[in-house]
Nanobody, 123 residues
Framework: QVQLVESGGGLVQPGGSLRLRCAAS????????LGWFRQAPGKEREFVAG????????LYADSAKGRFAISRDNAKNTVYLQMNSLKPEDTAVYYC????????????????WGQGTQVTVSS
């Protein structure tokens, strides 16, 4: 029972940075684990990063570790994905997702999804 809207995508050169934002509408935002996923053309959707309901615990895919940072501001009902050192293989539609829970886990199913924002990394 939460509506998610992503923003902040765009075109960036390799090595550049972007910050994605996901704004939520709902009365129980702080009860949700938030995650970022991405889907590249012709590829399966993949997990990128997740964050616990309080923001203290984060989880990253190997491809994102060391380059991306997920954070959340429960007072603003917003979750962020800071992406640095972007590579062409990061090109994808990025989706914000939410699930009721406490901690992000690899393989967990998410049942609330935004519409996505396009990230293109190209020179």
């Amino acid at each position: 029972q939460v509506q998610l809207v992503e923003s902040g995508g765009g075109l960036v050169q390799p090595g550049g940075s972007l910050r994605l934002r996901c704004a939520a509408s709902g009365r129980t935002f702080s009860n949700y684990v938030l995650g970022w996923f991405r889907q590249a053309p012709g590829k399966e959707r993949e997990f990128v990063a997740g964050i616990s309901r309080g923001g203290a615990t984060t989880l990253y895919a190997d491809s994102a570790k060391g380059r991306f940072a997920i954070s959340r501001d429960n007072a603003k009902n917003t979750v962020y994905l800071q992406m640095n050192s972007l590579k062409p293989e990061d090109t994808a539609v990025y989706y914000c997702a939410a699930r009721f829970g406490v901690f992000p886990r690899i393989g967990d199913e998410y049942d609330n999804w935004g519409q996505g924002t396009q990230v293109t990394v190209s020179s």
